[in-house]
């Protein structure tokens, strides 16, 4: 099974490259539906959109989110390891703990911009070069009134033909989430010139400031304090703090 893994440690990286294009982003409607405001704590929503190294980024800058860890959910905790998660089997999805303000930022706009920005809905088990159930679009309701808006917005997507193809993410309910390994936290942050990040995940965060201008943040909402250059090349926020957006 090829995965995200595999492609980076065989040197094949800049081969994916050629071969597929990061997903554009797009303006879809904003739900007719959405969670009931007025709430006074902080809430949570759980989303996988392919690798989670992306879709944390994305939420790291969009206004309202307090905090995005990278893990896995859909499985047990037994298993929930990258190494293993990888194979395939587990029945986990990479997938991204969102935590936001509901006063800032509601769970409807953190839906659109999933399937406005993070990543293509209509790609069955797999975003890009990254193959297998573990990479499949998949919302996780952590309540009822977001699986009523979970599905509500699939069908209002549906109807208005929001995508060439047809929309196959899955609502997935009564899933616990397990946060994935210090490594992959801060991903891109860390990592801002890795081939990977370059191609697959830096034109979402350029979409996310370019469709949603009024939610975007200039400075990330990080996990952990950030690294500082190495000679390796990984990243610090000073380098960061550009990319892709600078004026």
Request: glycine share 10%; hydrophobic share 35%.
């Amino acid at each position: 099974m090829i995965t995200r893994r595999s492609i980076l440690a065989s040197g094949l990286v800049l081969l994916c490259m050629r071969a597929s294009a990061a997903e554009p982003a797009r303006s879809v409607p904003e739900p007719a539906l959405d969670e009931t405001p007025g709430a006074s704590s902080p809430a949570i929503a759980v989303l996988a959109g392919g690798c989670f190294w992306g879709v944390q980024a994305v939420y790291q800058r969009t206004k309202g989110v307090l905090n995005a860890v990278s893990g896995y959910a859909g499985g047990e905790k037994s298993n929930a390891k990258y190494g293993v998660v990888s194979g395939g089997k587990t029945g986990h999805a990479e997938a991204v703990q969102i935590t936001y303000d509901p006063n800032e930022i509601s769970y409807g706009q953190i839906l659109q911009i999933f399937f406005s920005v993070v990543h293509d809905p209509t790609q069955l088990n797999r975003q890009g070069p990254d193959v297998g159930p573990q990479y499949r679009s998949a919302i996780f309701p952590v309540n009822d009134e977001q699986t009523r808006v979970a599905r509500a917005y699939l069908t209002q997507l549906g109807q208005a033909e929001a995508f060439e193809g047809s929309v196959v993410t899955k609502i997935e309910q009564g899933k616990t989430f397990y946060p994935a390994e210090d490594y992959h936290q801060d991903y891109l942050v860390n990592n801002p010139r890795q081939p990977y990040i370059l191609f697959h995940d830096m034109p979402k965060l350029d979409g996310m400031k370019r469709v949603f201008p009024a939610l975007w943040r200039e400075q990330p909402v990080l996990v952990k304090p950030p690294l500082r250059l190495g000679r390796l090349g990984q990243g610090s926020e000073a380098f960061y703090r550009g990319l892709p957006g600078k004026d």
